[in-house]
């Protein structure tokens, strides 16, 4: 097993239009908002590390801050976050935070307040919701996240939308997967951490499923480059996880994962997993979640293959 970054969960590598490559991910405390640049990729897992947000003493983001994603928008950069409040943990709804300026290590970090839904949307962002991520397809950005709806434990489904703006989206929520299948219902009904990769004329959605300990897994969903990305009938779902639980390996529910670039051209998929099954506790406050690198290798028919043996060496 090859760590990357040690005891970062819910990685992500942004790299930007210059070549720099960014790192965020949720910190085991919870409590603030981290980043790391590097002229290679490699190089992330030594630069260092600054904290640019932390959260607040009481009221909303003040707890469980979690799921980081940098995004460059309109000029500006973004980061999309999840936070709870100190009084009602679980409360997690969607946040945003705007820099204007060039480096965002170094820039000044503006609180835009919970993403909005669109104005005919009475539903969205109402109830449990995190794991955003956003990606431009022909023009457009689009926002995918995970919220829970019924009773009980509840269930989280994956769902997307067209944005507005980069704090705002601009169509009601559209229903992409619910967990279906039993793989994706152990100890909780999860679909979550969704990521976009496009290649060969697909558009590759990745997801995660199931709880946080050793049963977490990778699914896929798949569109056509020209599909209408609003109607779930675009899209097929894989019966089968696409990565999952490598004992051989020491690699524990793997998942939760983004997608980057190597500076010579490579598909990378960044992602976190533990290096042992048993968990003392909660799997949620277990701190080893560890940052990994995989090269993407592609088949004949253009989908992607995940391969824990295609693991990436860090510099330490």
Known sequence: MSIFIMQRADPYIYRHTDGTYYFTASVP??????????????????????????????????????APELHYLDGKWYIYFAAGQIDDMWAIRPYVLECKDKDPLTGTWLERGKMLPADDDEFTFEAFSLDATVFEHNGRHYYIWAEKVGVGKQISNLYIAEMESPTKLKTVQVLLTTPDYDWERVDFWVNEGPAVIK?????????????????????????NQDADLLDPRSWKKERYPVLKTNADLNIYGPGHNSFTRSEDGKDIMVFHARPYEEIQGDPLFDPNRHTMLMQLRWKEDGTPIFDLNAMIQSNS
Do not use: P, V
């Open 29 to 66: 405390s919870y409590d603030r908002i981290i980043l790391r640049k590097s002229t290679t990729l490699k190089g992330l897992s030594q630069a260092d590390e600054i904290t640019i947000w932390e959260r607040h003493k009481e009221g909303i983001m003040s707890c469980n801050i979690w």
């Open 199 to 223: 290649k060969n004329g697909k558009i590759f959605l990745t997801y995660s499923a199931s709880g946080t300990g050793a049963c977490y897994a990778m699914g896929m969903m798949t569109a």
